[in-house]
């Protein structure tokens, strides 16, 4: 009996500790404010605590719009980096924001064309 309460209450606590980003909804009216500014906002505004390194300082300078109503984080910061070339990834009410890692496209060779070779010969 004892391991069958132990278990359910360790299977319900990773349950209740994931919803909080998916339940938790922002609503921003924001224009011509710099990016850090704007996830301070969001920190006030709700239980979340953003990290960036230095690498990523001159974008968080950068200003930018966003109007969303009713909106979860992720839908918000998603707005956001695609429009800054950053990423962020949510552990808990962690936010860690990063420069976007640039994906490699690999472009498939073309086809090389055989080269003709003009021979020139002397006429006799």
């Known amino acids: 009996m004892k391991i069958t309460i132990l278990l359910f209450v360790l299977g319900i606590v990773p349950a209740f500790s994931s919803t909080y ?3 938790t909804l922002l609503t921003l009216h924001i224009k011509a404010k710099k990016i850090g500014e704007v996830f301070r906002n969001i920190e006030m505004k709700s239980e979340y605590v953003f990290f960036f390194s230095d690498e990523i300082r001159p974008e968080m300078e950068r ?11 992720d839908k918000i910061l998603d707005k956001i980096c695609t ?6 990834e949510i552990i808990d009410r962690q936010v860690t924001v990063t ?4 994906e490699k ?10 080269k003709k070779s003009i021979r020139q010969g002397y006429r006799s």
């Open 83 to 88: 429009e800054t070339g950053l990423s962020y």
């Open 99 to 102: 420069k976007a890692k640039k």
């Open 105 to 114: 496209v690999q472009v498939p060779a073309l086809p090389q064309t055989q």
């Open 63 to 73: 200003k930018i719009d966003i109007r969303v109503e009713a909106e979860t984080l």
């Open 21 to 23: 980003s998916q339940e």
